[in-house]
Nanobody, 125 residues
């Protein structure tokens, strides 16, 4: 079991930036594949970005690609989501998630083992 705690959310104007952090504790974080998801009110949780255990492979949703960057520091047991050029439609609760072992896809929330409590991101006009 791994415990995840997100931080870094807040209120930002459109065009601004935020960096979310997800601190992990518990089992060997360095072997987990990590993902970021978000959920807006009355909407389903959606994939944002994912990074493999060694940081060598990343993938992004179409809306995140080119604006967001996922990274990890295994020595600090932390994964990050740098978000630039934020838009009002990015407003949501953002969650990090961990998965141990191979998954056929990293874009499906149900395939992750552990979740954080979420951090709210609000982008104003």
């Amino acid at each position: 079991q791994v415990q995840l705690v997100e931080s870094g959310g807040g209120l930002v104007q459109a065009g601004g930036s935020l960096r979310l952090s997800c601190a992990a504790s518990g089992r060997a974080f360095s072997m987990d594949h990590m993902g970021w998801f978000r959920q807006a009110p009355a909407k389903e949780r959606e994939f944002v970005a994912a990074i493999r255990w060694n940081g060598g492979v990343t993938e992004y949703s179409d809306s995140a690609r080119g604006r967001f960057t996922i990274s990890r520091d295994n020595a600090k047991n932390t994964v990050y989501l740098q978000m630039n050029s934020l838009k009002p439609e990015d407003t949501a609760a953002y969650y990090c998630a961990a998965a141990s072992g191979y998954r056929v896809t990293w874009r499906t929330a149900a395939l992750y083992d552990n979740w954080g409590q979420g951090t709210q991101v609000t982008v104003s006009l």
